[in-house]
């Protein structure tokens, strides 16, 4: 799926996303090098569909950084769907591995075939997946990250992850990518933690959305939330691209991709 808004819809749950170059590309005469995927399927093992999106954003130090976030939002999304129930069974450290080897596998192939090493593909993953139930798994390498909604109300599930040095962060083209990645999921010693939607975003994003220092989470969320409500898919995905490209590209310069999961009534 490329930069243009997309909804798709469940009988419970609604997808939108979308991806606008950042002014200072575009200024540059550059592409955009965020992208984004969303898969859902009925999922036997459950008896219900999954859905789930990931989003990506190239390593502006990689040759092919672009194409490996596309490629890979497409990978993990489609793995986490796949592997839905397998991965909430997993301990932490199996699913990183599993979700590494399922990304980094069709990325050698590449390289192998363009004659370019694997780090030409660097790119960050912020991905979640849930079931109609209210189940969900959520992985995060890099920079960017995830507003769960919880009965509680919001609440940042996975936040960027930063270098030692100012804008290095992690991707899942690295060789300790594994030990990087963050896995949240609904499986609790007191039963499943059940949520009702996610933001995901890429690091074009996250400081209007997130408050690193007080962990406070932007009203707008709350916003997008009930766009859902009583509006066309057309209407979310245009509203949701029209604010990526009027209001936060403008605060940032970078590149910007949002996605939302929201879990709605029968």
Do not use: Y
Request: charged fraction near 20%; charge should be neutral; hydrophobic fraction near 45%.
């Amino acid at each position: 799926m490329g930069n243009a808004g997309l909804i798709l819809q469940t009988p419970s749950w609604r997808a939108a996303a979308a991806s606008v170059i950042g002014t200072q590309h575009e200024h540059a005469g550059g592409r955009c090098e965020d992208a984004w995927h969303v898969t859902r399927r009925f999922v036997p093992r459950v008896q219900q569909e999954v859905v789930a999106a990931c989003v990506c954003d190239g390593a502006g130090s990689a040759s092919q950084g672009w194409l490996g976030a596309s490629l890979v939002s497409k990978l993990v999304s489609s793995w986490l769907v796949e592997n839905f129930v397998t991965i909430l069974e997993l301990s932490k450290e199996d699913s990183s591995r599993e979700i590494v080897a399922a990304a980094k596998r069709p990325l050698r192939r590449l390289a192998r075939k363009s004659r370019l090493i694997l780090r030409e593909f660097a790119c960050t993953v912020v991905a979640a997946a849930a079931a109609q139930d209210g189940r969900w798994v959520a992985v995060h390498v890099g920079d960017g990250g995830i507003v769960a909604n919880f009965q509680e109300g919001l609440e940042a599930i996975c936040l960027p992850k930063k270098g030692e040095f100012a804008n290095e962060t992690f991707f899942i083209t690295d060789n300790d990518a594994a030990t990087k990645i963050d896995i949240q999921a609904s499986s609790t010693a007191d039963g499943p933690r059940l949520a009702s939607g996610f933001v995901l975003f890429t690091d074009g994003v996250e400081s209007s959305l997130v408050n690193r220092r007080t962990m406070a989470i932007a009203p707008a969320l709350a916003t997008i939330f009930g766009w859902f409500v009583g509006t066309s898919n057309e209407e979310v995905s245009n509203a949701i691209e029209e604010n990526l490209r009027g209001v936060f590209r403008e605060k940032t310069g970078d590149d910007c991709t949002l996605a939302v999961l929201a879990r709605m009534p029968r």
